[in-house]
């Protein structure tokens, strides 16, 4: 086990009717506050008008920045700096999934920079100073309601980074499983999809001796698997979509790396893909990951055999290894397939004509990944693997 310090400083508040309790908990931290959310669906289900009134009863005063899209672009986080420097806002209230998080992240970071945001995700500089800001969840996926990371992606050249830095974690956050009832069946597949990778990018580690997370991981692992079918039956089972967004969180949380270095090639890899075709990032990732375990798992094939016994229970079979793990590969497969998301890229209608930029992006500051230190060829061969 590797040295580490484990800090989350998110308060949580989980359970039914929770976003009644938003309008208090911002008014700890601010008084004008930019409200900042997707589409229309917090609007068409009633949480914007519930999340409206808290914070008018809190006496806040609020300004309003909507219409965020999936893979969040640099232009609305200019724009959301640009207002929040004019109306000299105070705090961010994000109200969506990982993508407004996102944003509402990098504009946060950005009012009080002298410079450029997108400098953060090119590591040209760290923040300093960041305006709080709060979450209440609506899709159980990113994990970024407790996270330190953001990703945003830059229109022009189609890159899509990510930057960390502590001071991104929110100051609280909101978790009422009930929001996510409406979430169609395949929104809530490309969620679970995001909560495994959290997790499995953290669990196929070279770090030896970790059997506490090791066994953290494969739990998270197992309760997502075992609840969305259940969910995707029957949507409206609140025990159910409180196990997936509670397992979304524990996911990226950081607890689940303590002591570990994770990968984080696979998410390099689909950042390139989503980048660049819009795809939304689960079903990238359910795509990705395959093809990455195929590519990698000779490397370390009992951790991979292990994997396909206490999460997908595989026969453990210790004259064959290399078929246990493979098996493993092939449920995780599997499972993809069956709530409804691709497992190639011809699946999700992506051409190939553009696989070699995807890997030199990808590799442009070095080799990618922990498990697998991957170059530009491995990450290509891994596309190949993948089509």
């Not at 601010?30 to 008008?49: A, E, F, P, R, T």
């Not at 696979?266 to 079903?283: K, N, R, T, V």
Request: proline fraction near 4%; charge should be neutral.
């Amino acid at each position: 086990m590797e040295n580490f310090t484990f800090r989350n400083a998110t308060k949580i508040i989980f359970g039914k009717d929770a976003e009644n309790y938003v309008g208090t908990e911002t008014a700890r931290y601010g008084s004008k506050v930019l409200l900042h959310y997707g589409g229309g669906s917090i609007k068409n289900y009633g949480l914007y008008d519930r999340v409206l009134k808290s914070l008018k009863d809190a006496g806040l005063e609020i300004i309003k920045l909507g219409g965020v899209q999936p893979n969040p672009r640099l232009s609305m986080v200019k724009k959301g700096i640009d207002i929040c420097r004019k109306e000299k806002v105070d705090f961010i209230l994000a109200v969506g999934g990982g993508s407004v998080i996102d944003s509402a992240k990098a504009i946060a970071a950005g009012v009080t920079y002298p410079g450029v945001v997108w400098d953060f995700y090119t590591r040209k500089a760290v923040p300093e100073k960041i305006i709080p800001l709060g979450v209440v969840l609506t899709i159980p996926a990113a994990g970024s309601e407790t996270s330190g990371a953001s990703v945003i992606t830059k229109e022009e050249g189609s890159y899509k980074r990510a930057f960390e830095s502590e001071m991104l974690r929110p100051k609280f956050a909101i978790l009422n499983p009930e929001i996510s009832y409406t979430l169609p069946p395949y929104q809530t597949a490309c969620g679970v999809s995001d909560i495994m990778a959290h997790v499995m990018e953290r669990y196929f580690t070279r770090v030896q001796n970790v059997d506490l997370t090791d066994r953290l991981c494969e739990a998270t692992l197992e309760t997502v698997i075992g609840n969305t079918p259940l969910v995707l039956k029957k949507p409206n089972s609140y025990q159910a979509r409180a196990e997936i967004m509670w397992a979304g969180t524990i996911a990226h949380n950081d607890l689940l790396g303590t002591g570990r270095i994770g990968d984080w090639a696979s998410h390099g890899i689909e950042h390139e893909l989503s980048g660049i075709y819009d795809i939304a990032h689960g079903a990238g990732l359910s795509i990705i990951f395959p093809a990455w375990m195929k590519y990698v798992y000779k490397q370390d094939v009992e951790r991979f055999a292990q994997f396909a016994v206490r999460v997908w229970n595989v026969e453990a079979d210790f004259k064959n290894v290399e078929k246990v793990a493979l098996e493993g590969i092939k449920r995780l497969e599997e499972f993809y397939k069956k709530i409804g998301l691709p497992i190639t890229l011809k699946e999700a209608n992506i051409p190939y004509d553009r696989l070699e930029e995807m890997a030199e992006k990808c590799t442009e500051g070095g080799p990618r990944g922990n498990f697998v230190r991957l170059d530009k060829n491995d990450v290509l061969e891994i596309l190949m693997l993948a089509r």
